[in-house]
């Protein structure tokens, strides 16, 4: 069983930025593909971004592109997730996913419990 623990998550004002962490118990972490999601109340869960196994090659959701950077570190067991220019909209539950291969498949096997960000207007 693989544990993924998101923190970094708060309350901020429009315009701030925070940088979340996802810590993976996974003995092949830095084989695999890691994802950002994210979910508003009432709405569904939405894709942030993507990482391949070696931090190489990236993807993110259009409505994050230029203000979020997805990293990892491979030798902590930590991917990132860099937020800028916070807005209203990106308020959401964050979490942290692995996908099932090196490179992006967009399919998941373990997720963590999620960290709140709140960003007030």
């Known amino acids: 069983q693989v544990q993924l623990v998101e923190s970094g998550g708060g309350l901020v004002q429009t315009g701030d930025s925070l940088k979340l962490s996802c810590a993976s118990s996974?003995?092949?972490?830095?084989?695999?593909?890691m994802a950002w999601f994210r979910q508003a109340p009432g709405k569904e869960r939405e894709f942030v971004a993507t990482?391949?196994?070696?931090?190489?090659?990236?993807a993110y959701a259009d409505s994050v592109q230029s203000r979020f950077i997805i990293s990892r570190d491979n030798a902590k067991n930590t991917m990132y997730l860099q937020m800028d220019g916070l807005q209203p909209e990106d308020t959401a539950r964050y979490y942290c996913?692995?996908?099932?291969?090196?490179?992006?498949?967009?399919?998941?096997?373990?997720w963590g419990q999620g960290t709140q960000v709140t960003v007030s207007s």
């Open positions: 996974d003995p092949i972490f830095g084989s695999s593909a």
């Open positions: 996913a692995r996908d099932r291969g090196s490179h992006p498949t967009y399919e998941y096997d373990y």
């Open positions: 990482i391949n196994f070696s931090g190489g090659l990236t």
